[in-house]
């Protein structure tokens, strides 16, 4: 056990934690902050993606012990109100289903759009497909980023 | 966007004491509980104040109404659709309406479960009358209060208005002089032309804390001074538990306990809902569900045979045996088929198969517990409290009102959420531990080889077309694991004068049990794929030729048994021809047809083949389920059972090595990705103002037969065995 420092949601935290213990579990079980989701726990269906420093990234894949001092995003700290244009669209367009997975897409989404703002479909396409919707929304979340991309470029 | 078939526009009179039993308990409730409930609006202003009207119902002093779901959420959009009903009598504005989920309470809600399609067609008159019963008391409190007689009162959007003396109340004002008037015998429902509510789209009412990521899941439950659990379960089917050396594990950091449970002692009784192979299990209990999932490679457990192990391969020779020689069920006869047979100028005959799926809803099973001497309590993502409830109450020899309930949203459910064992097993876990409040999570690889998983099936069909290419004769012999898929009164029958249907099926020790439309996942599939090239070998175009069979069970239709409305099926049919642009020699695109869960869908699915994988491209979606409540919800449904069954017809498969599942978890299981699926859907409604039915399911069947007809088309390939996609590496 050690204790790490990081920044979550602009909010330094410290937690004391086995180094391999992967982000997901410390912002879950540690934090209490519940919206990053587990779904497979091998990085291949997207359901926990959070912020590194404005990337995409797997939480259930990085371990906390390399991470120390840095600065994690959730979709808690994604925007103070709810209003990221990332979740205005998901909202517009009414893309949950179960609603499940939707943390993680639009993790992705808001890390596609913040790099590559312009992003075109084949992009979007190819950048969503690491998040698995069993409930089947992916038209949705294609109608919900193309909106969102239009807001922010 | 619509055709209209019949009209039916009249006023339903119903009784208070029939259909769906809702008790109008009329008591106070003061507090404001609704803080964290669900605003349509988030700038709403809550009320200081709350009466209850009923079960249903909350009306605040300023107006907001919150309307109680009952039934369980697992994506399938009832929490918002059910409560907008209730709403429409009710004559409320949907921006004043709080949505709140209730628990399990059988006094007060009827049929709290989620499956079968069913919420909505079940709960519409029920719910109807709730909110029409309250706008009836709402209006003779209005009526006392302004001293005027009732049929002087008009309502509108929670104001009820006196226009001969330029009088209103809004409802707050009245609510609570409403709550101590008796409810009346009958009440009067709107007439369907007059709703502002129903037929409207709105928004999923949790939308805004699902984009915020707030707690809403069985997953995110927190309680003070909760531990978390993992279990372990046998490696494969056909093992049992036989001894375990927990030393190890529980010396690992953050560990608490390590527990053995039993989910079927002797002589403890059994729901319906109890399907699980493996009711001996060791838990691992710890501070952090990492912690738990690690210790639990720490076990030492030894494993003992319980019974003989089985693999895929065997799985199909058993079946293949089987409806070659098996003796089956005849659950269909009409006319001569074997005669009819012998005398047809062609016999098309084909088989088709499809393997066992695993439900791998995103969320996987868990369930938060909390057993102490003389009550417990239980949180979580479940289709069936009720039958949850009578388990768990057998197994700690508990009575019922000590058992709380309470359903999460789920993140997904799809038939696996209808057999609870995860939340017996958290109940077991958290007495075996020493009555703590307990989170039972399972991993992904526990969630997807420890699974009530869809069937295997095979299904041969046979069918007679004498010179003229008119269908004579026709055999569908079907055979699965536990079950056969077939229905035997389903379309085609009653359409031809030979026909015979047969059930045949192996045992199995794998788990099985409902999936996404049950049996109608695998057969609609494969009868409209048989259809299609017995349409071919008739020479005629495979719309046209459904439309002539449908003609035959109009007019002169062979049995009395048949369970569908022809007039209805070839509607859908026909709608999708036309808003598709069908055309006979379209070479990309496959149609199919399919009825079930009460509803009609018939689609026209069109691909292109990257390499030897098809990629759809767009979908147009025809579907008859009587009045659509929320078009919002109705859309997003049809479009992910779409993709959900392309998806699966694809790619979906779980195969068994002695008894050991071969996939585990989502590197080797292969579900739909977002470039995998169509960006284009086109959905058509037809509106016929008849009472709405099932839409969870019923779009995945048929699609998964547009797609091997598309698929034919164009590749030149008849595809037979589910998933059709060839196997490839995948990536994570
Ligand atoms: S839980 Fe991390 S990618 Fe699936
Ligand atoms: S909305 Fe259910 S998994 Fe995506």
Request: proline content about 5%.
């Amino acid at each position: 056990m050690a204790t790490y420092n990081l920044t979550v949601n602009g909010t330094p935290r410290s937690v004391e934690a086995e180094p391999d213990m992967p982000l997901l579990w410390v912002l879950r079980d540690e934090l209490g902050l519940v919206g990053t989701k587990y779904g497979c726990g091998i990085g291949a269906c997207g359901a926990c993606t959070v912020h590194l420093d404005g990337i995409a990234m797997r939480s259930c894949s990085l371990p906390v012990g390399q991470l120390d001092g840095e600065a994690i995003t959730t979709i808690e700290g994604l925007s103070e109100n709810g209003d990221h244009p990332v979740q205005l669209a998901w909202l517009e367009h009414d893309v949950p289903q179960c609603g499940y997975c939707q943390a993680g897409q639009m993790m992705s989404a808001a890390s596609l759009l913040g790099n590559s703002p312009g992003a075109d479909d084949a992009e979007i396409s190819a950048s969503m497909s690491g998040n698995i919707c069993r409930c089947g929304t992916y038209t949705r979340i294609h109608a919900a980023v193309k909106t969102a991309a239009k807001k922010m470029s | 966007m619509s055709v209209q078939h019949t009209s039916r526009r009249s006023f339903l009179k119903v009784s208070a004491a029939t259909g769906g039993g809702l008790m109008l308990g009329l008591s106070w409730l003061t507090s404001c509980e609704s803080d964290k409930a669900n605003k349509a609006d988030p700038e709403l202003q809550m009320p200081a104040e709350w009466v209850t009207v009923n079960a249903f119902l909350k009306i605040g002093d300023n107006g907001v109404v919150t309307i109680m779901s009952p039934n369980p959420e697992i994506g399938q959009n009832v929490k918002t659709s059910m409560p907008m009903i209730v709403a429409e009598e009710l004559d409320v504005d949907w921006k004043n309406v709080i949505v709140e989920q209730a628990g399990l309470d059988t006094e007060n809600y009827t049929r709290q479960l989620a499956g079968g399609s069913q919420s909505i067609r079940h709960g519409w008159e029920p719910l109807r009358k709730t909110g029409a019963m309250a706008r009836y008391l709402l209006v003779a409190a209005a009526a006392q209060q302004l001293e005027v007689d009732a049929s002087e009162l008009r309502t509108e959007n929670g104001v009820i208005y006196h226009d001969g003396s330029d009088r209103s109340l809004g409802y707050g004002e009245v609510a609570s002089l409403a709550a101590t008037l008796t409810p009346p015998e009958e009440v009067t429902l709107k007439d369907p032309a007059d709703f502002k509510i129903i037929g409207h789209g709105k928004k999923n009412v949790d939308a805004r804390k699902i984009v915020k990521g707030e707690p809403l899941y069985g997953l995110d439950v927190q309680r003070e001074g909760m531990m978390y659990a993992a279990i372990v379960h046998p490696p494969a089917f056909g093992l049992k538990l036989k001894s375990v050396d927990d030393t190890e594990a529980r010396s690992m950091p953050g560990i608490h306990d390590v527990v053995t449970i039993d989910a079927r002692p002797e002589g403890v009784e059994q729901q319906w809902s109890d399907v699980n192979a493996f009711p001996q299990l060791v838990a691992v209990v710890g501070n952090n569900t990492w912690r738990v999932l690690q210790a639990k490679k720490a076990l030492k457990i030894e494993w003992e045979s319980d019974s003989a192990p089985e693999s895929t391969a065997g799985h199909r020779s058993a079946l293949e045996d089987l409806l070659n020689d098996g003796k089956a069920e005849e659950a269909r006869r009409d006319g001569d088929p074997e005669a009819a047979f012998a005398s047809a100028a062609t016999v098309v005959e084909r088989s088709y198969s499809a393997p066992f799926l695993p439900h791998n809803t995103m969320e996987p099973m868990n369930f938060f517990a909390h057993v102490t001497e003389d009550k417990a309590e239980l949180v979580g993502p479940i289709q069936t409290p009720e039958f949850l409830r009578k388990t768990v109450s057998a197994l700690l020899n508990m009575p019922e009102e000590k058992i709380d309930i309470m359903m999460t949203r789920m993140g997904g459910g799809f038939g696996r959420r209808l057999y609870g064992n995860f939340g017996v097993e958290a109940v077991l876990i958290s007495k075996a531990a020493g009555g703590i409040p307990v989170k039972l999570v399972y991993s992904r690889e526990d969630d997807m080889t420890q699974g009530t998983y869809r069937p295997e099936y095979l299904v041969r069909y046979r069918a007679g077309l004498d010179e003229d290419g008119k269908l004579i004769a026709f055999h569908v012999r079907g055979t699965g694991a536990n079950e056969s898929p077939v229905f035997a009164n389903r379309f085609p029958a009653g359409t031809v004068d030979n026909y015979l249907a047969e059930n045949l099926s192996i045992e199995t020790n794998v788990s099985t049990g409902a999936w996404r439309a049950p049996r109608s996942n695998f057969i609609a599939g494969a009868e409209q794929a048989f259809l299609d090239e017995v349409a071919e070998a008739a020479g005629k175009d495979p719309i046209e030729f459904r439309l002539e069979l449908f003609e035959r069970a109009k007019t002169d239709p062979v049995g009395e048994d048949n369970d569908y409305d022809a007039e209805r099926y070839a509607g859908v049919l026909e709608l999708v021809r036309d808003k598709s642009g069908w055309n006979t020699n379209d070479d990309k695109r496959g149609v199919a047809a399919y009825y079930c869960h009460n509803s009609y869908v018939a689609q026209v699915l069109e691909l292109e083949m990257k390499g030897s994988e098809p990629r759809v491209t767009e979908v147009h979606c025809a579907v008859d389920c009587g009045i659509v409540v929320n078009p919002e919800g109705a859309l997003n449904q049809i479009q992910g059972g779409i993709i959900d069954g392309i998806g699966h017809a694809l790619y979906g498969a779980v195969t068994f090595t002695d008894g050991k599942p071969d996939q585990q978890n989502f590197d080797t299981y292969r579900l739909i990705r977002h470039a995998e699926a169509p960006q284009s859907i086109h959905t058509h409604f037809v509106d016929n103002g008849i009472a709405p039915t099932g839409l969870g399911e019923p779009s995945l069947p048929p699609v998964i037969g547009a797609l091997a007809n598309a698929i034919y088309r164009a590749s030149g390939e008849r595809v037979y065995e589910q998933p059709f996609a060839k196997p490839r590496e995948l990536k994570g």
